[in-house]
């Protein structure tokens, strides 16, 4: 009689795990705060549980039972499925790994995007006032907040919260703003027919975390692409500089007799005239002094800068750079290139095999010049594909061996050159004569061989070369001026700390109009290069955000027309006429 009461007492002791657990629960799910004591209930729980369930098993051979194995196999499998299931959930939530099938890449963040929001330097908030909550945008701005922890944004109701409707000017339903700090910046009004624009939202971004505004100079006078629009006008590319924080402004050379100081970029697009000695000598000083220039030529014009370019090694040809193998894709004739070959640069990263085409364009040829780094950025296919036809009066393109040029050609070129500037002793000894004080007093060779290589850039780099030979030169004659020669030195030698000036070079402006600018990364090769001479490190190179492309088909009332009659008249009768066929030869 003991024993079986003590049997039941310990069958009754047992319940007490299952109870210390949901003791322990319940602690944690009231209190929030998962400590010491709800997880000593629940340990305790599951240990006399456990206990419980090997006594019981071992009391009544429970686990021999067939049912006990197979209902144990069955809570295995499902534990196992739920444990995948969650492990699967956790993974999904933790690393988001999403593919975007759509032509443009429309529900992915474009790689400038995506490198500015991940190096935001302060947190950045966008609100959007609007009572409706578009899932297109909330998409879009949801991509933005994966990429960086500083990205915020929220949906704002003016009418529920019209103080802070007041302190951002909002002035009706629809409108986005950016804030960061004390910065607030429209970025643009959404409705049905226009919703959230990467691009508008990237550009409105950079313009907010980026203080400084690039003065960009574009050259007039000599048959240049129009600014405004206009057929065959660059319009676009100068809207498109203004959106990425760009401050454009035409420059007349002849008009004012050297570069601005505070030009960034001097663009140079098609001239179809040639210019002056003095405005190329302006060019020339411009990037002797760390100036970047940006060089758009087209074939059959000479816009007599050939001594620029002698400098840096580049030489324009005169034949006509011709391209059969994208003729029936871009569809504007073998006499628009379609390059899909890319230099390893920043102008042109991330752009892969992507297409972009330059009608009527020129080859370039590039020579080795001391100082000077060259990287081609354009390159055509290899021949039979490509070549560089000279005869350009002839109504066939044919590759002559004489006179042609095998591909692959280059038609972009990006070169940037280290220079050390003018000190300020070198004004105060003398202007003129010391470059050529220098160059017979030093008795050195070295200084020959390098001044036939650039004619006109000699003076300035044998100034600075020299500059060591002369500083001895002097001691050694014991005149009154000795003890001067060592003052000047200590400035020079602080002064020499290197300056880049940067050139990119491109034998074509037509890609960059108004219609080919949009085409493909036509506008990515002119914006990058104008980044990237910009020499502003902070800005993202990459492409651009893009537009959903316009897929509407637009038909004449007689292509409706013929559509509605072959839908219900032709198909139909076909149909028929098949079906009588069928049934004449089965009769």
């Known amino acids: 009689m003991k024993i079986v009461a003590k049997k039941k007492l310990w069958k009754y002791l047992f319940w007490l795990g299952p109870f210390l657990i949901a003791v322990g629960l319940t602690v944690g799910l009231v209190s929030e705060q998962w400590g010491l004591i709800p997880l000593v209930f629940i340990i305790t729980g599951i240990v006399i549980s456990g206990l419980g369930i090997i006594w019981q098993s071992y009391e009544t051979n429970w686990w021999k039972r067939r049912s006990t194995q197979a209902g144990t196999n069955a809570l295995v499998a499902t534990l196992a499925v739920l444990t995948i299931l969650g492990l699967i959930n956790f993974l999904g939530t933790r690393y988001h790994l999403r593919a975007d099938l759509t032509e443009a890449q429309l529900f992915t963040l474009a790689p400038q995007s995506r490198e500015l929001v991940r190096v935001l330097p302060q947190p950045v908030k966008v609100w959007v006032f609007d009572i409706n909550q578009n899932p297109q945008d909330r998409e879009l701005l949801e991509n933005y907040q994966r990429q960086s922890s500083k990205f915020k944004y929220e949906y704002i109701n003016p009418e529920a919260r019209p103080g802070l409707a007041e302190k951002f000017s909002v002035k009706g339903y629809g409108e986005v703003y950016l804030e960061s700090g004390d910065k607030r910046q429209l970025v643009q009004t959404i409705n049905e027919n226009e919703r959230l624009s990467e691009i508008r939202l990237t550009s409105r971004l950079q313009q907010l975390i980026n203080s400084t505004t690039a003065k960009v100079y574009l050259l007039q006078g000599h048959g240049e692409r129009q600014l405004s629009p206009a057929k065959d006008a660059i319009s676009q590319a100068v809207q498109a500089l203004g959106n990425k924080n760009f401050t454009t402004s035409p420059l007349n050379l002849g008009e004012t007799s050297k570069v601005p100081q505070d030009a960034a970029v001097v663009i140079v697009a098609g001239p179809k005239r040639g210019l002056f000695e ?217 002064s020499q700390t290197p300056t880049e000036s940067r050139l990119v070079v491109l034998g074509n402006s037509e890609f960059a109009t108004d219609g080919l600018f949009q085409q493909q990364l036509n506008g990515d090769v002119f914006l990058n290069s104008v980044t990237w001479l910009s020499q502003q490190d902070q800005q993202p190179l990459s492409i651009r955000p893009k537009e959903p492309k316009n897929r509407r088909i637009t038909l004449t009332t007689t292509q409706s027309n013929l559509l509605i009659l072959s839908s219900l008249l032709v198909l139909p009768l076909i149909g028929f006429v098949a079906a009588v066929i069928i049934w004449w030869k089965r009769r």
């Open 278 to 494: 003095g405005e190329v000598k302006a060019l020339q000083e411009y990037l002797n002094r760390g100036g970047n220039l940006l060089l758009m030529i087209d074939p059959n014009t000479d816009p007599k800068l050939n001594s620029l370019l002698q400098e840096w090694g580049v030489r324009l040809d005169n034949r006509l750079a011709v391209d059969v193998s994208g003729e029936s894709v871009v569809g504007l004739g073998p006499a628009a290139p379609l390059v899909t070959e890319y230099g390893q640069h920043p102008i042109t990263k991330d752009f892969d095999n992507g297409n972009s085409f330059y009608p009527i364009a020129r080859p370039l040829e590039i020579t080795s010049v001391p100082g000077v780094q060259a990287t081609p950025l354009l390159r055509t296919k290899p021949y039979p594909s490509s070549w560089a036809e000279s005869d350009l009066q002839s109504e066939k393109l044919e590759f002559n061996a004489d006179k042609d040029l095998k591909g692959p050609l280059t038609l972009g070129v990006a070169l940037t050159r280290k220079q050390t500037p003018k000190s300020a002793s070198t004004p105060q000894a003398s202007p003129l004569p010391s470059p050529i004080t220098q160059g017979k007093t030093s008795p050195t060779p070295s200084p020959s061989p390098k001044t036939p290589q650039a004619l006109p850039l000699p003076s300035p780099t044998t100034q600075s070369k020299a500059s060591p030979t002369p500083s001895a030169s002097p001691a050694s004659p014991a005149s009154p001026a000795s003890p001067a020669s060592p003052a000047p030195s200590p400035p020079a030698s602080s």
